[in-house]
């Protein structure tokens, strides 16, 4: 497995956040993998909304 710690997990064991411009809760994703704690949006859209 490339790049991962080897265990498989199923999509309802991922962490996941309220997004602070729409309110609606978001899954981890691998892309965030390694600044997780810094996310705050669910997608570009809320984030380029959030900054106008």
């Known amino acids: 497995m490339a790049g991962g710690t080897g265990k498989m997990r199923r999509k309802g064991d991922l962490p996941s956040k309220i997004c602070a411009a ?3 809760p978001f899954a981890w994703r691998k892309k ?5 704690d810094a996310v705050k ?3 570009d859209r809320c984030r380029s909304a959030k900054a106008a």
Do not use: I, N, V, Y
Request: aromatic residues 28%; hydrophobic residues 45%.
């Open 41 to 43: 949006f669910c997608s």
């Open 32 to 36: 965030w993998a390694r600044d997780w």
């Open 22 to 24: 729409c309110g609606l």
